[in-house]
């Protein structure tokens, strides 16, 4: 198994480049960003290279939604400029997102009825995984609870699922989010199982406030113990807030849980 830790929230002090190094220094495979435009992409590229570290992914595009067909061209466009990107620093999961964003949250949905916006998803995602064919890249959907992002479309992993298996592409693959899902309705382990054959990449964060596992709700034991019986091999990935800004204590409570 694979363990990547997203640096937009982890050792948020220091430059991007600097964050890499410190999370190779704990051991970490991977690092993973938000939106890579307005970043020192290939400052980051160049230290994971030297410490040893590789870069898992970021957003496919920063604005225009799966969900309208009418922003299909923009979103397309937006895409095929991460791609190069991507190829150019290693990184190899692509964020995609049923909603526009926009640098204050995510806009609200056109006047189209769920169905619509639901075909939609599926036609663009396969229009997109026509970019990353051959390519070592994947187009990973991610389901966004609606406690903080009201209204966003793809609420929950039962969806993400669906989207997966009817676009039913090798390349297009999904979060399972333990935070985003124990908001949008629990169940966590049901829906783990569930979604598992799609999932390229478990994501890690407690209920309430996004912090490392044991400071919340949520039984992660029991989350290593399904993945274990499971076989799972994939990554998983630690996105939290660190409580207090402590990275390092975070990680000493990554690693409690889930040693590496």
Known sequence: MKH??????????LPLPERASRAASHGFDYVELWDWRDEDIDGLAEACRES???IAGFFGHSRAALLDPSQRDELLELLAETIAVAERVGARQLHMFSDDRAPDGF???????????RRSCVD???????LVEAKPLELVVEAINGVYVPGYFLQ???????LCREVDHPQ???FFDCYHQQLAGGRLIENLVEALPWVTSVHIADVPGRHQPGTGEINF???RRVLEQQGYDRQLTFEVVPVD????????????????
Not at 107 to 117: D, E, S
Not at 124 to 130: F, H, I, T
Not at 156 to 162: F, I, M, R, V
């Open 172 to 174: 297009v693959t999904m």
């Open 156 to 162: 929950d992993s039962g969806a993400a699922l669906e």
């Open 124 to 130: 663009g995602l396969r229009e997109c995984a026509k």
């Open 107 to 117: 806009r609200k949905h056109p006047p189209l009825t769920a169905a619509a916006m």
């Open 245 to 260: 800004g402590d990275s390092e204590a975070a990680v000493a409570a990554i690693k409690e849980i889930f040693p590496f």
């Open 221 to 223: 034991t029991s989350i």
């Open 52 to 54: 040893g570290i590789g």
């Open 4 to 13: 990547s830790v997203s640096i937009k929230f982890m050792w948020s002090d």
